[in-house]
């Protein structure tokens, strides 16, 4: 069994910057992505970014330029460097492992959770 655990939320200002990371325990055997998706009070959660397997990144246009994901395959970690970050950025955030070597943007692609960590911006 997987689980992930991420750390690094808070409260910060506008214009800030946050880094957020993600340590799984167990193991994954084969290919995986890692990706982080964010909810809002009220919203469905949503696609905030991915790496891949090859590790390439994807991210979703509202964060594009300003948040950065790297990983770190030998400790199964992933992490999201978030800068100048905006009062509509905040929600809870949290880490996704979905097995395979493709993209994967939907939260039903995805295999195992963590339980998210608080990030909120005050302007």
């Known amino acids: 069994q997987v689980q992930l655990v991420e750390s690094g939320g808070g409260l910060v200002q506008a214009g800030d910057s946050l880094r957020l990371s993600c340590a799984a325990s167990?193991?994954?055997?084969?290919?995986?992505?890692m990706g982080w998706f964010r909810q809002a009070p009220g919203k469905e959660r949503e696609f905030v970014g991915i790496?891949?397997?090859?590790?390439?990144?994807h991210y979703a246009d509202s964060v594009k330029g300003r948040f950065t994901i790297s990983r770190d395959n030998v400790k199964i970690a992933v992490y999201l460097q978030m800068n100048s970050l905006k009062p509509e950025d905040t929600a809870v955030y949290s880490c996704?492992?979905?097995?395979?070597?493709?993209?994967?943007?939907?939260?039903?692609?995805?295999?195992?959770w963590g339980q998210g960590t608080q990030v909120t911006v005050s302007s």
């Open positions: 790496i891949m397997w090859s590790g390439g990144t």
């Open positions: 167990g193991r994954i055997f084969g290919s995986y992505a």
């Open positions: 996704a492992v979905a097995l395979g070597s493709g993209i994967y943007y939907e939260v039903n692609e995805y295999n195992y």
